[in-house]
């Protein structure tokens, strides 16, 4: 019921009881006040007020008294007595209109107040003899007067008023009685109503806090599970009031953070097919996930593109705070210069695989070529060492021979010498054949004259046939025959002409070879000589011969004997190619295996430039 | 060392010097290639008639000046010579040459030529000398060789081309298809320039 009231008029009812119940006891309250207040002046008006004046009157009659004691007393004094006097007729009067006073105000039984007006007009008559007495001087008498009439006047005035006093003390009390008695009914009263109010006002503020607090600790909790991100909590009320409402808002709250929050677990978990709608256009979250879900949709994009190799791409940072973009881009950028360096690497090491592979296969097949070697030269070392006994031996018949060699060098000097006397005769015989041909050159250089005649007198010939055919023009029919002939002639001219001219050839012919035949003969006597010289060379030579053979066959025995040092020297050599072979063995197992090597890294490096064609870097 | 004689054959040398000896002993007539000889002048005199039997042919002397063929008609060739010496003659035209003797007559020698005013004047052996004339004229025209006798038909002349500018035009009678100038004799006989006669002081 309460719950169902909006918070306002909930307060506004608790509150309307409380100040009810305020007013009630207020009331009350003024009310008792007020009795309180008309019980109070009642009793001052009446009781107190007529008590009051008793006792003054009660005062008074005593100090009136004492004034006529002190009348008789000072009689002889007059001043004194009038001053007396003075003071007992003020009280006098104090006396009645405190009598008067409390006649007026006396409840019920007024009647004692006029006796005791009446006594006191019977002392005034009493008191007027004696103060004239007592003016007149005789004291004795005044006093006896007053001792016989005043005293007992004043004593029943007395037990009067006292009776009065009496009378009045007992109204006064059954007034406080009364008073008493009416405080402890409004107190009691008054009592029960503020218990009454405080109950009442502790339950309704319990009942209203409990409506509000109860839902308040709801929201409370549920906003504390939000700020630690737990969307999981489900926040609803089917109350109306504005707890309600704002339980409802933050159930729309959590839906929708819980909706964000699925997204966004499915964006962690790399899922960007998701359509992120904004709620409104004020949906900044929301906005913020779009842009970041076609962000991330863009990226993965270009990392698309750079898994597939191409990095020609440019990758834009969103903002310059973009790390993401920004590292994309630094990674492309990275990627594309690694690309780059490592296509040249892949380059340069291709080149370099290459020529090592090159460089190992020219190695192995020079490490075979030296195998090869190195056994041929063993086997030569054999052959050496089985040709250094051969020459051994054959030193040994160098030896012998060159004795017979020095022999032989004496005999052929001999022959040499008889041979530049011979060559001395040939050349004579060239000297008689040059001057032949020399003459025969000058035979044929007449010849030639006798010809250049010939060839003029062909010349002539045909001036002649010329002119006789002219003539025979001249002639006319007649000369016909004549200029047959004429023609005859010319032709035979002609002829002679050409006849000369091919003797005239020949004869060139003949003198170009005698010429050559001079310088033929003239080049043999030169050979001549130098074959003279030659031979007195080759004398000399054979001589010299001789002396070196007698040098070579002392030589010849030194051979001998180095040869069989030779000999054990070519063991030694032996021994050190055969370790040489073994080392060699070895040198061609391991540029094998180097060429294995070289030629896995050259696979690789082809594998590597494979890897490295698939990325498009420009 | 066995000693060998030089490469020469003796024996094949000595031989052939005796064929040599011989062939220039015996007698060099050779019945056979006279006869083949014979025969083939006899073909070309046959040959010559045919020209001549055309009636208008121009028997002409065919020389060569400078490499160029001309030709002179033979009525007006008194004879020809070899140039064998002549003198100058002082205070005569250049185109005179000079003057010699011809079996005791005296006849001056022209060069055609520089008769011609012929620019450039090629390469000359100039040792043959025509004797040209007429009734009134008569001089030597030099040439370096002479070609010799021909028969030349009227109808193969041809007009002068244009080549033949100058003096030597009008005195060209034709020119046939082998570039052969026919010289209008008669009119260099009759040209007053050649006649020579200048008083010097």
Known sequence: MLSNLKIRSRLVAGFSVLVLFLILIGALSLKNLAAEGDLLSEFYEHPFAVTNAIQQVDTNITRMHRGMKDVILYASDREDMEASIAEIESCEKNVYRQLALARERVPGDKSKIDQIRESMDQWKVVRGKTIVL?????????????????????????????????????????????????????????????????ILAAVIAFAITASITRPLTDAVQAADRLAQGDVSVEIGSSSPDELGQLLRAMGKVVQSMRGMGETANRIALGDLDVEVVPLSEADVFGKAMRDMVASLNTLADNADRIASGDLTIEVLAASPKDRLGNSFQAMTRNLRELT?????????????????????????????????????????????????DLTSQKSRQVYESAHRSTQIARTGRES??????????????????????????????????????????????????????????????????????AQE??????????????????????????T??????????????????????????????????????????????????????????????????????????????????????????????????????? | ???????????????????????????????????????????????????????????????????????????YIAATLPLTDFTPLFCAPSFVL??????????????????????????????????????????????DSIVGTRSVSAADLLPTPDTFAGPREEFVAGVTAERLALLDMGRILADPRMVVHEEVG
């Open chain 1, 489 to 514: 002639v010319k032709n035979l001219a002609t002829q002679s002409k050409q006849a000369t001219s091919q003797v005239r050839s020949i004869i060139g012919q003949i003198q170009k070879a005698t």
């Open chain 2, 98 to 143: 000079g003057i010699t003797n011809l079996r005791g007559r005296i006849i001056s020698i022209v060069d055609l030529r520089r008769f011609f005013e012929l620019p450039a004047l090629g390469l000359s052996d100039l040792n043959r000398v025509i004797v040209v004339g007429d009734e009134r004229m008569e001089f030597g025209v030099l040439a």
């Open chain 1, 516 to 618: 050559a035949a001079v310088l033929a003969t003239e080049q043999g006597s030169k050979a001549v000589e130098a074959g003279v010289k030659q031979s007195s060379e080759a004398g000399e030579s054979i001589r010299q011969l001789a002396a070196s053979i007698e040098e070579s066959s002392n030589a010849t025995l030194q051979i001998v004997t180095s040869t069989q040092e030779q000999a054990i020297g070519m063991d030694q050599i032996a021994i050190a190619i055969q370790s040489i072979n073994q080392a060699s063995d070895q040198n061609v197992e391991g540029s094998r295996q180097i060429e294995a090597a070289a030629r896995n890294l050259y696979e690789l490096n082809q594998k590597l430039q494979r890897l490295v064609s698939g990325y498009k870097v420009a």
């Open chain 1, 416 to 485: 040499v010498n008889s041979a530049i006397g011979g060559m001395q005769g040939i050349d004579e015989r060239m000297g008689f054949i040059a001057e032949r041909i020399v003459n025969l050159s000058e035979q044929s250089q007449a010849i030639g004259e006798i010809i250049a005649t010939v060839a003029d007198l062909a010349e002539q010939s045909n001036l002649l046939a010329v002119n006789a055919a002219i003539e025979a023009a001249k002639a006319g029919e007649h000369g016909k025959g004549f200029a047959v002939v």
């Open chain 1, 134 to 198: 007592a003016q007149q001087g005789k004291v004795k008498e005044a006093i006896a007067f007053h001792k016989a009439y005043a005293r007992r006047t004043v004593a029943q005035i007395d037990a009067q008023v006292n009776e009065v006093l009496k009378d009045s003390y007992s109204i006064a009390e059954r007034f406080a009685a009364e008073s008493s008695k009416n405080q402890r009914f409004t107190f009691a009263i008054t009592a029960v109503l503020v218990a009454l109010a405080c």
């Open chain 1, 340 to 388: 780059f360096e490592i296509a040249e690497v892949v380059n340069v090491l291709a080149g370099s695989a290459a020529e090592i592979m090159t460089t190992v296969s020219e190695l192995a097949s020079s490490s075979a070529q030296t195998a090869t070697s190195i056994s041929e030269t063993n086997a030569t070392v054999q052959e050496i060492r089985q040709t250094t």
């Open chain 2, 1 to 75: 060392m066995p000693l060998k004689s030089s490469s020469i054959d003796w024996a094949l040398l000595l031989k052939r010097q005796e064929a040599a000896f011989q062939a220039a002993v015996a007698p060099s007539d050779d019945p056979v290639r006279e006869q083949a000889l014979l025969l083939e002048r006899a073909r070309q005199l046959s040959l010559k008639k045919e020209p001549a039997a055309d009636g208008t042919g121009i028997d002409c002397l065919e020389f060569l000046l400078s490499g160029e063929r001309y030709a002179i008609e033979l009525s």
